[in-house]
């Protein structure tokens, strides 16, 4: 059984993990919580911007009154660069910053972000377990069906490693086909937060224990039953079994 605690890991800072972080081309919607945004940053294993979230990243820096020569430097800036100014690129020219143009159109900047981010861990001997990329909702569907693409893709790029998109008020990743064991924090079960299991590229036979509403063997597809708007029923754990790859996603409103 594949056993997940993503909600205590950000919360204590991840001081445990060996993580990565990426800040993807959306909105930095952490203005509230922008220790916890810096606690994350500081403590990763490997940093990294891609593409126009290179000059994200420094806008929010800015915004929120970090110096920028004393934050630490991302490891690693890739993408097409089609939306990082030439000025922003200027600025990282003679860092310690690897800047990686990657211009195949046949993939999105973040798979590619993916690959450059396993060569490098690769020759520089880093071993990470988890990647939490910055991910807020963008206002643009395609976009964020392309982020849960790449949850799918990941682990064709980088074997062992648990990929998270991180938004302000919601977490989202990807069960494999199998058993599952999810910590929810009692934050999140006394205040009824919303999760949902989302069949997206097959149907899929799913079970779960500690759902308000579970589901015993039901075949979720679109067109037919998905569990959207879901939450717990006061259970420490809740369990999902699959048939095939599903994705999960859960609100941490008032977790962070």
Request: glycine letters at 4%.
């Amino acid at each position: 059984m594949e056993i997940w605690s993503p909600c205590e890991d950000i919360t204590e800072t991840c001081k445990s993990k060996n993580y990565g972080i990426l800040i993807l081309n959306v909105p930095i919607a952490f203005d509230c919580n922008h220790n916890f945004v810096m606690s994350l940053w500081d403590q990763a294993k490997v940093r990294m911007t891609v593409d126009g979230g290179t000059q994200r990243w420094m806008d929010w820096l800015k915004v929120n009154k970090y110096d920028l020569n004393k934050v630490q430097m991302p490891e690693l800036i890739s993408g097409d660069m089609d939306s990082t100014p030439a000025m922003t690129l200027e600025y990282f020219k003679n860092t310690t910053t690897q800047v990686i143009y990657t211009p195949d159109q046949n993939e999105t900047d973040f798979v590619k972000a993916l690959r450059e981010l396993d060569k490098y861990c690769k020759v520089n001997n880093i071993q990470i377990d988890t990647i939490y990329a910055l991910a807020d909702t963008s206002g643009r569907l395609d976009q964020i069906l392309a982020n849960i693409n790449t949850l799918y893709k990941c682990k064709q790029i980088i074997s062992n490693t648990k990929l998270y998109l991180l938004a302000k008020s919601s977490l989202t990743w990807l069960l494999d086909a199998g058993k599952h064991s999810l910590s929810i924090p009692q934050t999140l079960r006394d205040s009824q937060q919303w999760c949902s299991l989302l069949p997206i590229g097959e149907p899929c036979q799913v079970s779960t224990t500690g759902l308000k509403w579970n589901l015993d063997k039901k075949t979720l597809k679109f067109g037919s039953l998905v569990s959207t708007s879901n939450t717990y029923d006061g259970s420490e754990v809740v369990t999902v079994e699959t048939d095939h790859p599903v994705v999960w996603s859960m609100s941490i409103k008032t977790l962070l």
